[in-house]
């Protein structure tokens, strides 16, 4: 965890895009944490669900597809079988 300052993120906004890390915000005239910042860029929730849940997501070869046959699924469940 890196501790860093308000002013040194005004001065470097930069940080903010490039962090791998966690940062801490430090208001240093009060010495008290202000935030915590996480960087956006994590890894892939599946990789991090516990085994049993790790097969039961599907991998996904065509968006538009998936999204088709979601909405339809979702208007059958709504408004009854159509054909």
């Known amino acids: 965890m890196i501790s860093i300052s308000v002013a040194d ?8 895009t490039k962090m791998t890390d966690i940062i801490e915000v430090v208001d240093k005239r ?8 996480y960087p956006a860029n994590h890894t892939n929730i599946v990789e991090k669900l516990a085994g049993k849940y ?10 538009e597809e998936a999204k088709n046959l ?14």
């Open 9 to 16: 993120i005004q001065k470097n906004i930069s940080l903010l």
């Open 30 to 37: 009060r010495k008290i944490k202000v935030a915590t910042i």
């Open 54 to 63: 790790k097969n039961r997501v599907k991998k996904i070869e065509d968006l």
């Open 70 to 83: 979601a909405m339809i699924k979702a208007m059958e469940e709504k408004y009854g079988k159509f054909n």
